[in-house]
């Protein structure tokens, strides 16, 4: 058999030809189907919307990408899932957020039973290929999943290293992808192609670094070396050497756009440019110190979660409107309304005139923004609202890379960044604060408390989670830990205040300190897998206490310190609370939180409830 994921390269027998024009969306007679819409989803790895022309960028970094947004839609608000690669385009392929599709980090595998936009729009009938110029786009994540071809260009084989420079430029990435569609007739097509380019190390070619020349002479390049001695929000960088990242950084969008220029001729010599719907975005931008930081993963601030999106057709004077009769507008459109990742499945399913079923993802189709006063729409008549598309629904980004436990929730003007291990927040007014320099919070507690909430109720914070609640018996006590897992932490969600201290090492271990305590608290976490093994080591004033410890119904105590138990657990005494007596017995109480189908509330026990709500994550 040919490799998974592969091209089949003998001749096909005439009884598989007539097989595939019996398909959806084939055509006998070599003419295409009208009712089906050819989409290609273009994924430039690390650009920031405020560096493409489109978005008011002075520097013509993007002449290409611009004549597309002035003939198509314009997204001015579009929010990333995550501030790094991998969940972030796993949440455009899945309609989900990271936390409900679960590829959150490293070793992390998509599960087989959650759907992904190649396997639907394949079962209609469409040829899917994928051309992607990085490991975190490969196939053991499960992005190959529905593409009948899929080219990472020896990126997940045995030998890669990441910052080893080691990924094909967007030429080679647009050479081949142009090839396929040379070679797929008249059928329809959906594909995605993935371009690394514009992430560090910035080394555009020549010809393009000469568009922005730096006077910068120092003894540090545009590799991942030099940038990371900046990393450290307490380092500063020097003005000089900033400019010369971003010079360098400007150059490799303009070689990117190049070659989207190559893709949209391609798609024109195949005869596809007027019936080729293009969706043009980012995974995430990149941080240049505006907040402290270098690069990007670890923050949700608008520099690195805010990315372009463009919808419009490939070629100029293209017709027709497929099955969901959005047609480019004219004059070209933007639309303010705050959108996200995850909209872009069910957005191109409903384009290419697919019936797949998409009421089940966390996304919703942005096809009504695409028509004439579909959304909050600003064209030369002005800006027009539109209550079947609500600009104030809930937006979510999230992060657990680099130990960097945040989740970002966006409703409206307004927007929250929500540190997991730490439970600050900060609160931003993205219109009149566009920079995010005046965090609200503490000038307007009821809309962080509203955000809260928001976020609480959008995203899978505790399903198949663990609860661990320590508890005095009314004298001051203080209360330490370590929890190890041999997964990663997905979630942490502290249930304390001001007082106490949580902190993750290395995503696998959590430590805890909770001193002077004469009540109660406790920390309530998730793992991935949901069947790791959880180890603890607790301890009361100082000393490890077994006999203090109670798992589950059962008030069972471990025999030793520190102690293993099964992710996965058969007791059904497992996911219940132990009983206790509350101010006489100084102890931890352990057990597991059920996990939930998706369209199931999470029960929470009463007091922790209680405790999340005084919080301001639950109503």
């Known amino acids: 058999m040919p490799p998974a ?6 001749a096909a027998s005439p009884l598989l030809v007539l097989a595939l024009l019996a398909l959806p969306g084939a055509c006998a007679r070599g003419r295409f189907d009208p009712a089906r819409q050819d989409v290609v989803l273009i994924v430039i790895d690390t650009l920031r919307a405020d560096h493409l022309g489109a978005y008011g960028y002075p520097r013509p970094t993007s002449p290409v990408i611009d004549a597309l947004a002035r003939r198509g839609t314009v997204f001015d608000s579009a929010w990333a899932a995550a501030p790094w690669t991998l969940p972030s385009v796993m949440s455009i392929v899945t309609g989900r957020h990271p936390s409900s599709h679960r590829v959150e980090n490293d070793g992390l595998k998509l599960a087989a039973d959650v759907p992904t936009l190649a396997e639907v729009l394949r079962a209609e009938g469409f040829a899917t290929a994928a051309f992607v110029s990085h490991v975190y786009v490969s196939g053991p994540f499960g992005f190959a999943r529905g593409f009948e071809t899929f080219e990472d260009f020896g990126l997940s084989r045995p030998g890669y290293r990441l910052e080893a420079g080691m990924e094909p430029p967007a030429g080679d990435v647009t050479g081949a992808a142009v090839g396929w569609l040379r070679r797929q007739g008249r059928r329809p097509v959906f594909l995605l192609v993935h371009y690394f380019d514009p992430h560090w190390p910035y080394a555009p070619p020549a010809s393009d670094r000469a568009l922005f020349p730096s006077p910068y002479a120092g003894p540090l390049g545009a590799d991942y070396d030099s940038l990371s001695k900046f990393q450290d929000p307490e380092v500063p960088i020097p003005d000089d050497y900033r400019q010369f990242l971003i010079d360098r950084y400007d150059g490799e969008i303009h070689y990117t756009d190049r070659q989207v220029g190559r893709l949209l001729d391609g798609l024109e010599a195949a005869g596809r440019g007027a019936r080729a719907w293009v969706v043009l975005t980012a995974d ?7 907040h402290g930081s270098m690069g990007h993963g670890r923050q949700l601030y608008e520099e690195v979660v805010r990315v372009p999106l463009v919808i419009g057709r490939a070629s100029p004077g ?12 004219d004059p070209p459109a933007r639309v303010s309304t705050p959108v996200a990742g995850v909209d872009l499945f069910p957005t191109i399913v409903e384009l290419a005139g697919a019936q797949g079923r998409t009421a089940a993802l966390q996304g919703r189709s942005l096809v009504p923004l695409l028509r004439p006063g579909g959304g909050e729409r600003a064209t030369a008549s002005g800006t027009a609202p539109a209550p079947p598309f609500p600009a104030d629904r809930t937006l979510v980004s999230e992060t657990i890379r680099l130990n960097a436990y945040r989740k970002a929730v966006r409703q409206g003007r307004l927007k929250l960044i929500h540190s997991m291990d730490r439970s600050p927040h900060e609160l931003f007014d993205l ?3 566009p920079e995010e320099r005046h965090d609200l919070s503490r000038e307007r507690p009821d809309d962080a408390l509203r955000l809260a909430r928001a976020l609480f109720a959008e995203v899978d914070f505790l399903s198949g989670g663990w609860n661990l609640i320590w508890e005095s018996d009314g004298r001051k006590r203080r209360f330490q830990g370590q929890i190890k897992t041999e997964g990663i932490f997905r979630t942490i969600v502290p249930l304390f205040g001001d007082r106490g201290r949580v902190s993750i090492r290395s995503g696998n271990t959590l430590s805890f300190t909770d001193a002077g305590q004469a009540g109660w608290n406790g920390v309530s976490f998730t ?3 949901y069947e790791a093994q959880v180890e603890f080591y607790l301890l009361i004033d100082g000393r490890p206490l077994a006999a203090n410890v109670f ?4 008030r069972i105590h471990p025999k030793t310190m520190p102690f293993v138990l099964q992710g996965d657990p058969t007791s059904e005494a497992a996911f219940l609370r132990p009983d206790h007596r509350k101010g006489e017995e ?7 939180v059920r996990p939930t189908a998706p369209s199931q509330e999470v029960v929470l026990d009463a007091e922790i409830r209680e405790r999340l709500r005084s919080l301001g994550y639950v109503n």
């Open 431 to 433: 219109v009149a604060d």
């Open 586 to 592: 100084a102890g931890y109480y352990l057990w597991r």
């Open 5 to 10: 994921g592969r091209t089949l390269r003998r």
């Open 284 to 290: 995430h931008g990149e941080e240049f110190k505006e």
């Open 318 to 329: 293209a017709t027709g409107t497929g099955a969901g009769g959005a047609a480019p507008a």
């Open 551 to 554: 798992l589950g119904g059962e």
């Open 527 to 529: 793992t991935a897998p």
